[in-house]
């Protein structure tokens, strides 16, 4: 009998080992989670503000210290780092109507409303990439019980707003381009444009002198 007690506590203490071994590697590999992984990797440093997408297989993420945004797709298996100098914008999208943006060159549109009644959020990055010219984030519609994504179209929103907020103090901290031409551009301009040439003195040739000095001479005498 009491060998069989044993066996039967070694068995339980194996499942709830088990258990535990299990719980912790879906805790690990849960999507949230290995999407900010990938983007505290590709940013090199712990993110400051992220953002996720609804299906759990994109999220960005924002870098004030270094100046760099990192996107992932594919749950953090594929992504990309940009400066902050290469971010064209951001635009806001409610039930597929543009509600706000901030973009290089252009006002910022403001959020008037707060759309709680919205059946779908989405968050548009923009960027100067021929490749991935812009990055789209859906932020409410589908169900989702994960505590990072939002539970309202109102609550939605304002995580929409708060990353518009961001692009646009990223933009506004970009230096625009200068009117006049550095220094050394006018350095090296000067030094390439052309010499006017100089016309060097004509010296009569000595034997010129020296036939009229003949001559006179023979007159003389």
């Not at 900010?36 to 400051?48: H, I």
Request: hydrophobic share 45%.
């Amino acid at each position: 009998m009491a060998h069989a007690a044993r066996i039967l506590l070694y068995f339980l203490f194996a499942g709830i080992g088990l258990t535990l071994i299990a719980s912790g590697l879906m805790w690990w590999f849960e999507a949230s989670r290995r999407l900010a992984r990938a983007l505290n990797a590709a940013l090199g440093k712990v993110a400051d503000a992220i953002i996720y997408d609804l299906g759990g297989q994109k999220a960005a993420g924002l870098d004030f210290t270094n100046g760099d945004l990192a996107i992932m797709w594919k749950t953090g298996a594929q992504g990309l780092v940009f400066a902050f100098d290469e971010i064209e914008g951001a635009e806001l999208i409610v039930d597929e109507r543009v509600v706000a943006r901030a973009q290089k060159g252009e006002s910022r549109k403001v959020l008037n409303e707060t759309h709680a009644q919205a059946s779908k959020v989405t968050l548009r990055l923009m960027f100067d990439d021929v490749q991935t010219p812009e990055f789209e984030l859906n932020l409410y519609g589908d169900i989702s019980h994960n505590p990072v994504h939002a539970k309202t179209a109102a609550e939605a929103v304002r995580i929409g707003r708060k990353w518009l907020s961001h692009i646009d103090a990223v933009i506004k901290r970009m230096p625009g381009p200068s009117p006049y031409p550095p220094e050394e551009t006018e350095v090296a301009i000067a030094h390439e444009a052309p010499k006017r040439a100089t016309k060097a003195p004509t010296i009569p040739p000595p034997w010129d002198d020296d036939d009229q000095n003949d001559t006179y001479d023979n007159e003389k005498y």
